[in-house]
């Protein structure tokens, strides 16, 4: 079944269904609130740096931790990730898997446990600021310029995982983008000592399809996000095909998608997460876009991972 993000979760105009599931939000907004008032975090031997996201998919987590991993390998330390058991996720997974070892499990806590067993100096945590079990020593937020924090309602008004007074419990926002002064002040507002640092992303494999026709298609949280970069890096996109964030895609989807290419005389092209979804046999004709992220003030930021390291 294909469960696709609502659309009024971004729009800016009045949309009647925020109003409609507006009491269930404010269910969501209590068992947030009663989890972190009484849940008794645990403090680990080792530093533990969670990235996390309130918006709903699409932000940037996966890259900025493999941005934290790199750089943490630089400083001669061992680090390793931690990502919560779903079977839904496991792209993200193997995505990490290629970087470096992923521990795993349906509870974050014995993970952590488990990579300290095995030595590690540092978990990163893909994911995990609405847990209420972990006390990390660097906790980050990631948001995305594109869709900042959506209409602002939480889920299911909108795509907030709780409310922005929670960046109350963070100490970094990441925000893929153009600087933003107006979300600065919003960000502030709530945590006024809140660093924040910008990112872009850069295409290390781009001549792979430079000055060929792309049939670009997508099933992450925000698939606007990756078409819009393909085109900033001026690649000539004939059609783009959208899929639900994690979404499986069957023998009939790749039938379907060669057979338009073909018609298109265009080459598939799709998101790194994406490609790792797909098993071998399936990847035939498929290419994906690696990407590398860039951090302004990047020195400043190794800075501070020194500070906990």
Known sequence: MKIYKPRFWDSKKFSVWSYVFFPFSVIFNLINLIKFKYFKREKFSIPIILVGNIYLGGTGKTPLCIEIFQILKLLKLNPAFIKKHYRKYADETNLLENIGKVFSNKQRLKAIKSLIDNNFQVAILDDGFQDPSIKSDISIICFSEKQWIGNGFVIPSGPLREKLNALKRCNYVFINGNQNLEFEKIINKFNPEIKIFYTQYKLTN????????????????????????????????????????????????????????????????????????????????????????????KDEFINELKKIT
């Open 206 to 297: 781009i001549n792979d399809i430079i000055n060929r026709k792309v049939l670009a298609f997508a099933g992450i949280g925000n698939p606007e996000n990756f078409f819009d970069l393909l085109k900033d890096n001026n690649i000539e996109i004939i059609e783009t095909l959208k899929f639900p964030d994690h979404y499986d895609f069957e023998k009939i989807d790749i039938i379907n998608l060669n057979k338009r290419a073909k018609e298109l005389n265009a080459c598939l092209v799709t998101t790194e997460k994406d490609y790792f979804r797909l098993n071998n046999e399936d990847k035939k004709n498929i290419k994906y876009l690696k990407l590398e992220l860039l951090i302004d003030k």
